[in-house]
């Protein structure tokens, strides 16, 4: 099982982005309606798309030249972003559920 360093930081975020992924697409077709559930899906699909090429367009203008920031700075703010928004679904989740 040897590998490079690098193929094994890539099978570890491959690993974890699966173990997010799959119960998050389970809860989203188990909330949906089975008449809509292939456009929910098809959706969020879209949406998860569209914030991907939103997120390599702000990271290319937060990281050229003009701008300038450091990666460091950068995946710190990711990470308190990813904090905001965790908190944020878990408050929805919570009120949804009282």
């Known amino acids: 099982m040897g590998g490079s ?3 094994l930081r890539c099978r570890g ?7 997010f992924v799959v119960p998050l697409f389970t809860a989203i077709q188990a909330d949906a309606a089975p ?9 969020v699909n879209i949406l998860n798309a569209a ?12 990281q050229s ?3 300038g920031v ?4 950068l995946l710190a703010a990711l990470g308190v972003l990813n904090l905001g ?13 009282a």
């Open 70 to 73: 450091t990666e460091p700075v």
């Open 13 to 19: 975020t491959r690993l974890r982005g699966r173990a």
């Open 35 to 43: 008449d809509r559930r292939a456009r929910i899906v098809g959706g």
């Open 85 to 97: 928004a965790a908190f944020y679904v878990r408050k929805s989740t919570m009120h949804g559920a």
């Open 51 to 62: 914030f991907i090429v939103f997120g390599v367009l702000a990271t290319a203008v937060l």
């Open 5 to 7: 360093p690098h193929r």
């Open 65 to 67: 030249r003009t701008i």
